[in-house]
């Protein structure tokens, strides 16, 4: 698994063609009767704004990590595994991605209940105007989609808020730092 998740971070445009061709099946599933080609063609138009925010996000991503994509991929590694970097270049831009991720998902306790009300909203509103068929894959997928956000959201915020205490408490020799309530100055303690 970790092979396929370095694979995928190394390479963003195989996450984006798997996501459009993933959301082309389940809207194919969903609307059966359209051909899969218009179906992926259209889902790969309307996503390309999601594209262009995916993009913009990992340069800023990559700009954080130090400036190149194995940086990065091996930041996120160690996010992932919860493993503190102990070089002062790479706990530096630990912290600058911790933050910049942190600052990103500020709002996203409004943000997961805006998309469980909209995903909600689609399938009470697809009970109204479609099939059976269409009705119960919608309410499917939003059950499932909705948990699994509710799920990753709250597994990637703990793992950002524990990489952010390590940062902050264990120095690179393995002692602990204190902060004085400016956070300027830095003292190890025993």
Known sequence: ?????????????????????????????????????????????????AVGVTLAARRREKRAAGGSTNALVTLDRKLRTGEVPSDPRERRAMRDLVGQRLH?????????VFLAVLFSSVTVLTALTAGARQTVGMA???????????????????????MEAA????????????TTDAGSATRPTA
């Open 140 to 162: 499917v997928f939003t059950v499932a989609f909705t948990g699994w956000m509710l799920y990753n959201s709250r597994l990637q915020h703990r793992r950002l808020r524990a």
């Open 1 to 49: 698994m970790e092979r396929i998740n370095v694979f995928l971070a190394k390479h963003l445009w195989v996450q984006l063609a798997l996501s459009v061709l993933v959301a082309a099946a389940l809207v194919t599933l969903i609307y059966p009767g359209r051909s899969f080609p218009s179906v992926v063609a259209r889902t790969a138009v309307v996503s390309l704004g």
């Open 104 to 112: 990103r998902s500020r709002h996203r306790v409004a943000a997961l």
């Open 167 to 178: 940062l902050r408490t264990e120095s690179p020799g393995g002692t602990t730092e204190s």
